[in-house]
């Protein structure tokens, strides 16, 4: 006999505890409530939001849309759900033709967020897939792979089985090894949320070889690209000959041009990118996600689709480059704040990321404090909300992010009291 009454989808029920994020705004709040003298206080390294003004270049094209919405002539209803052609092409010209790699404007779609494309990916993708993850990483590429069932129930640690963890840590310079089994996707993030690590063209030629090789995907979110200050790094996947072939790469406008409550991204989708059917024929991924992305979206508003269209202009470019310097700047202060402590650092050089590792005695294990723990203790003794290092993977215990995005007078001032804290 068939259900009596509507069902859930109980992948939903194998996810662990809260998403990393409201968990730490939960533990925020309740302190904040026990102590409402700190509150003033507190200055927010935690979740990586942008805080500088929206560039003078997006205000005013956004602006000029806006009066344009206001006559008859200029308004605009439902546009492309796969972006305006203007937005397109300005992304295809300017962050690959320009760089000399082969993109096509079709190639590209605009939505509003890479962690929403980056869920959404999952449904043109075969749910027998291996599905391997740096660890730790940002933990939506798990999140949402449990949620589409392709995993197991939770261990103890938090992993889940049937996912292959790809360990990031000191030794490896928080890149991964190649694995020995074969994964059919791949999700690769440089720089690295939340260590701040970038991998090497040859680690990256090394990657799109082992895609080849194996029939794999490579889901490579670029997310923080535009904080790539070192010009032997590569910037896009698609530098590597090659990975049109195997890699589908996530962008976003939310850290380079402060979209994070605009709301923009883009998905690029070579033509040429291929996978299994059940009838034992590669297909290219292109036409599903196209039909996808128009069947499930309805477009980034006109508007906003504007107003990414003038980061590319000069204006826009030279006010990112002035958003990244303010960001980078903060990560170098910051950054030496935490290494004059003793402490090991990684990160911040090529991303607003710096990524602690605590002093021997607070290292998670019965001895010590886990990240949590420590998250806690700086969170009490110094006022500051900085992210736990586990949530992004048990590979994560012991270490913890600072974000570099803030204020420069904030900034400073984390320094000061993360020097003052009794490591």
């Known amino acids: 006999m068939g259900p009596t009454m509507a069902t859930l989808n109980s992948n939903y029920l194998k996810l662990k505890a809260g998403y990393l994020f409201p968990e730490i705004a939960r533990r925020v709040k309740a302190f904040n409530e026990a102590n409402p003298e700190a509150s003033a206080r507190m200055i927010r390294c935690g979740i990586g939001d942008v805080t500088e003004p929206l560039p003078l270049a997006v205000r005013e094209a956004m602006h000029a849309a806006i009066n344009e919405m206001g006559t008859r002539e200029g308004f605009h209803g439902y546009g492309p759900e796969q972006g305006y052609e203007f937005l397109r092409t300005a992304i295809a010209t300017n962050d690959y033709r320009n760089r000399g790699l082969d993109v096509a404007d079709d190639e590209i779609f605009v939505s509003d967020g890479s962690k929403c494309d980056g869920g959404a990916i999952l449904d043109i993708l075969g749910d027998d897939n291996t599905i391997a993850v740096m660890d730790p990483?940002?933990?939506?590429?798990?999140?949402?792979?449990?949620?589409?069932?392709?995993?197991?129930?939770?261990?103890?640690?938090?992993?889940?089985?049937?996912?292959?963890?790809?360990?990031?840590?000191?030794?490896?310079?928080?890149?991964?090894?190649?694995?020995?089994?074969?994964?059919?996707?791949?999700?690769?993030?440089?720089?690295?949320?939340?260590?701040?690590?970038?991998?090497?063209?040859?680690?990256?030629?090394?990657?799109?070889?082992?895609?080849?090789?194996?029939?794999?995907?490579?889901?490579?979110?670029?997310?923080?690209?535009?904080?790539?200050?070192?010009?032997?790094?590569?910037?896009?996947?698609?530098?590597?000959?090659?990975?049109?072939?195997?890699?589908?790469?996530?962008?976003?406008?939310?850290?380079?041009?402060?979209?994070?409550?605009?709301?923009?991204?883009?998905?690029?989708?070579?033509?040429?990118?291929?996978?299994?059917?059940?009838?034992?024929?590669?297909?290219?991924?292109?036409?599903?996600?196209?039909?996808?992305?128009?069947?499930?979206?309805?477009?980034?508003?006109?508007?906003?689709?504007?107003?990414?269209?003038?980061?590319?202009?000069?204006?826009?470019?030279?006010?990112?480059?002035?958003?990244?310097?303010?960001?980078?700047?903060?990560?170098?202060?910051?950054?030496?704040?935490?290494?004059?402590?003793?402490?090991?650092?990684?990160?911040?050089?090529?991303a607003p990321y710096i990524w602690v590792k605590g002093p021997p005695a607070v290292q998670g294990g019965p001895e010590g404090l886990t990240s949590w723990q420590i998250f806690d203790r700086v969170l009490q003794e110094a006022n500051i909300v900085v992210t736990p290092g586990s949530g992004f993977g048990r590979a994560g215990e012991g270490y913890f992010r600072i974000s570099a995005f803030n204020s420069r007078e904030k900034a400073i001032e984390a320094a000061t009291r993360i020097k003052a804290m009794r490591w």
């Open 137 to 350: 990483v940002y933990p939506v590429y798990v999140d949402t792979n449990v949620m589409a069932g392709h995993t197991g129930d939770a261990n103890e640690d938090g992993s889940y089985e049937g996912i292959l963890y790809l360990e990031c840590n000191e030794e490896n310079g928080f890149v991964p090894a190649l694995p020995e089994e074969k994964a059919d996707i791949v999700y690769l993030c440089f720089p690295n949320n939340p260590t701040g690590a970038v991998a090497s063209r040859v680690q990256l030629e090394a990657w799109v070889a082992y895609a080849r090789k194996h029939g794999s995907i490579l889901l490579y979110d670029a997310a923080y690209e535009a904080y790539i200050s070192d010009p032997s790094v590569p910037r896009s996947i698609y530098e590597i000959p090659g990975a049109r072939e195997c890699a589908i790469e996530f962008r976003s406008f939310s850290k380079n041009g402060g979209f994070t409550g605009t709301r923009c991204a883009f998905t690029v989708v070579p033509k040429t990118v291929t996978a299994l059917s059940a009838d034992g024929v590669r297909r290219p991924i292109h036409p599903l996600w196209h039909r996808r992305f128009t069947t499930k979206f309805n477009g980034v508003s006109y508007v906003t689709q504007q107003g990414a269209a003038a980061l590319y202009t000069d204006q826009g470019k030279a006010e990112v480059a002035s958003l990244v310097e303010h960001y980078m700047g903060n990560a170098k202060i910051l950054r030496e704040a935490a290494a004059s402590c003793g402490l090991k650092v990684y990160g911040g050089e090529n």
